[in-house]
């Protein structure tokens, strides 16, 4: 059973064009992560939420921003994507204390026509 | 310098081989270390979890951490075709809201 879900699998759009990636979770964890990963790259923290509280990585562009309105879900925002944006894009949860391991849903494959 | 350094491969080996994978960091501060597996289109999945130097064991697989060293390995006895996927090494500190640094990923491929 799928615990960290990923909506929508496969997500195509337009140049410039805004979109939302979905992430639910089942674990009632209070951590949720947002990830980029390129073709044959390693995973890139983009942000994440420590119950409400929102961390950012100091390298993440101004186009990407997150909402989380309950424990249960987290949204990613790419205001006007470029086709640099063309990537995975994993959510993953993770339960307090920070030594929990991470747990990752299967992600939202984006691709910018 | 990368934190954590992997060799992408591809490696390939055949089937009921036992199969090794490395990856190196440089920041001795890392405190928990894992390896995640990755099939093609789908998310990581966690396969093993450590946060002490020593060998860890589930199954065929088996997790060695070297802190004094600096270096991981994640050993696969009797390696199947369904082991074929890319294997991640990923690390965190104590602190810093548990944020992982990945590996580059070794892509292996069991041959039957």
């Known amino acids: 059973d799928a615990m960290v879900i990923q909506n929508p699998r496969y997500q195509v759009t337009q140049f410039g064009k805004p979109v939302t990636l979905s992430c639910s979770q089942t674990l009632n964890h209070n951590v949720m992560y947002w990830y980029q990963q390129k073709s044959s790259q390693a995973p890139k923290l983009l942000f994440h939420y420590y119950d409400k509280d929102f961390n950012n990585e100091a390298d993440t562009p101004d186009n990407f921003q997150s909402r989380r309105p309950n424990t249960s879900f987290c949204f990613l925002d790419i205001r006007s994507p470029g086709l640099g944006d063309a990537a995975m894009y994993l959510c993953?949860?993770?339960?307090?204390?920070?030594?929990?391991?991470?747990?990752f849903g299967d992600g939202t494959r984006l691709s910018i026509l | 310098q990368k934190e954590v350094e992997q060799d992408p491969g591809p490696l390939s080996v055949p089937e009921g081989a036992i199969v090794s994978l490395n990856c190196t960091y440089s920041n001795s501060a890392f405190q928990y270390f894992m390896w995640y597996r990755q099939y093609s289109r789908k998310g990581p999945e966690l396969l093993m979890y450590t946060y002490s130097s020593g060998n860890k064991e589930d199954g065929r697989f088996t997790a060695q951490v070297d802190k004094s060293s600096k270096y991981i390995s994640l050993f696969i006895r009797d390696s199947q075709p369904s082991d074929s996927a890319t294997y991640l090494c990923a690390m965190s500190f104590y602190n810093q809201g548990g944020k992982l640094i990945f590996g580059q990923g070794t892509e292996l491929s069991v041959k039957p």
């Open positions: 993953a949860t993770r339960g307090a204390p920070s030594n929990q391991p991470q747990h």
